[in-house]
């Protein structure tokens, strides 16, 4: 597969110009990516947080309003932004592979992607850009060094060599859930009392309290976005930058994140295009996550590659708008329930596979939070009303329809109503073919697809790169298919370094005392062995 992280923008004319100029005049590409929020922001309607960074950025940019994750859960999520393909395609589907979970027998894993699918920021390296990722990947499979420069807690386009352009990602984690609960002593910036309870949530001091800490959360993400915004005006950085802000899945509290609801997929992306095009405008286009990584190749003027699921909203490479989003729903953490759904931008229409499993699931993560406790506590003290009531039910209708215009929360499952009859079916219809067109894994039990990758529950391991003189040059290559080979040049008896790994891609001159190294990857396999070849040496064989 091919690199991929994040989110893109559509602005047609900055588009096309960004993808006509040379490697020296790329745009940089900036993702900041917040974790666990939905469009809570004022510039969506909801003023409960003060976030004057972001609405800034809205008033300079382009607002999206119809984003939409592929499975309401990071990594999942993750895999589709870095791949450009479905999760249930790739077997990325269950939320989360790289832990084990003993209990139910599942080991840390790697999913073993095809042999064409690369990180799609691997292609943006091999075109030129600096590429770094901070702090988070979470993909479903380890992160080839191929895909970029610096993935780590130091990594910044600072570092980039001079003149090279850059693709950026930072990931700010305190509006993560896991935030409810590890900072709910520390002083709220909402009042609890203003806090609009959705109506599938009963009145409870409780509950008002852990939502002003989303709130609260929300506002502290905010400066730390406009930390990132001071930095890139003080670099003269701002007008050369796309600037790509987006959640990674829906907001944090029950019945959002890990539901293919809306609460769980529907998520905000600003888009600040150089010098402000279109900026203050609103762009309603339906977009899912498979779309960024061909999105952020098309306005970086890289050849989107054919195997990608997703299409460019932007850039030279832009297609037709899409007319569905699809999402799925798989293991969460030790719990099973297989759900697909598809949405034309007003219905939205499930298919639950195992409709004798309840809507909410025991998932121990989740009860470090007040919010969640206090949910448990009224439904067996038998006080909550029939609509907070739904989210509790021991088992589910095979289907549910909803008209997410009218009823925004989906509360009110229409795939029963005869004046609805046409849209239930045209949906289901192209939900069965998105499932059969991108070979769905949910079917296969996953220890026997984690056996398919793994034979006897062993990772595979890459081959060793093989070094081979042509001419005054030296071609290095693996066995193993699809695999990609970083290498670095060093003065003999000297080591690499941590990032100076570059991509082959054409034979390599090597003078006198100096040293090559190189080993190889492939995505869901274990890297080979460092290999070493001198100057003086003598090569594996000669042409």
Not at 37 to 43: A, E, N
Not at 82 to 101: K, S, V, W
Not at 272 to 293: C, E, M, W, Y
Not at 462 to 487: H, L
Request: hydrophobic share 35%; aromatic share 10%; with cysteine.
């Amino acid at each position: 597969m091919k690199p991929l992280l994040a989110s893109i923008a559509l602005l047609f004319i900055v588009a096309s110009t960004c993808a006509r100029k040379p490697l020296k005049e790329k745009i940089n590409i900036l993702w900041l990516v917040t974790e666990d929020i939905s469009p809570y922001l004022s510039c969506y309607g909801d003023s409960t947080a003060h976030t004057p960074n972001l609405d800034r950025l809205a008033k300079e940019g382009v607002r999206y309003s119809n984003v939409y994750d592929v499975s309401g859960v990071c990594a999942p999520s993750r895999s589709a932004l870095i791949t450009g393909m479905y999760p249930t395609c790739l077997g990325t589907d269950n939320m989360r592979t790289q832990n084990a979970f003993p209990q139910i027998g599942i080991p840390k894993y790697s999913v073993v992607l095809p042999p064409e699918v690369k990180m799609f920021s691997q292609y943006l390296r091999e075109s030129g850009y600096y590429c770094t990722n901070h702090a988070k990947d979470d993909y479903q499979f380890e992160a080839l060094k191929a895909g970029w420069d610096d993935n780590s807690n130091t990594a910044h386009y600072k570092n980039r060599p001079p003149g090279k352009p850059f693709f950026s990602v930072f990931n700010f984690g305190v509006t993560h859930e896991s935030q409810i609960w590890e900072k709910k002593n520390d002083p709220l910036l909402v009042d609890p009392k203003k806090i609009i309870l959705p109506p599938y949530y009963p009145e409870s001091p409780v509950i008002r309290k852990d939502m002003a800490r989303m709130y609260s959360n929300i506002m502290e993400m905010d400066n730390q976005v406009g930390a990132m915004l001071k930095e890139l005006e003080e670099h003269g950085l701002l007008d050369s930058t796309i600037i790509v802000w987006y959640s990674d899945n829906g907001g944090p509290l029950p019945r959002g994140k890990r539901e293919v609801y809306n609460s769980g997929l529907h998520v905000p992306m600003i888009i600040r295009f150089p010098h402000s095009k279109n900026a203050g405008t609103v762009d309603n286009q339906l977009i899912s996550f498979v779309d960024f990584a061909p999105t952020v190749l098309s306005l970086a003027g890289v050849k989107v590659p054919a195997y990608m699921q997703g299409q460019a909203f932007a850039g030279l490479q832009k297609k037709t708008q899409r007319k569905y989003i699809y999402a799925a729903r798989d293991r969460m953490d030790t719990c099973y329930d297989m759900v697909r759904t598809v949405g034309d931008g007003r219905y939205k229409y499930y298919k639950n596979f195992q409709p004798e499993k309840p809507y909410i699931q025991n998932i121990s993560y989740r009860l470090q939070m007040d919010l969640m406790k206090e949910l448990l506590r009224l439904n067996e003290e038998r006080k909550l009303n029939e609509v907070q009531k739904l989210w509790f039910r021991k088992t589910k209708p095979a289907e549910e329809l909803y008209d997410t215009r009218n009823d925004p929360y989906e509360l009110n499952n229409i795939a029963g109503d005869t004046r609805y009859r046409t849209i239930r079916n045209q949906l289901k219809k192209e939900l069965e073919h998105w499932m059969k067109q991108t070979d769905d894994k949910g079917f296969i039990p996953e220890k026997k697809f984690i056996e398919s990758m793994w034979p006897g529950m062993v990772q595979p391991v890459t081959a060793e790169p093989i070094f081979v003189t042509k001419s005054k040059t030296i071609v290095i290559t693996s066995a193993t298919a699809g695999n990609s080979i970083s290498w670095q040049v060093v003065q003999k008896d000297a080591k690499p370094s941590k990032n100076g790994w570059q991509i082959y891609t054409v034979p390599i001159v090597l003078s006198g005392n100096k040293e090559l190294y190189a080993f190889a990857e492939r995505i869901g396999y274990k890297s080979s062995q460092m290999k070493t070849f001198t100057a003086t040496a003598k090569p594996s064989r000669k042409i």
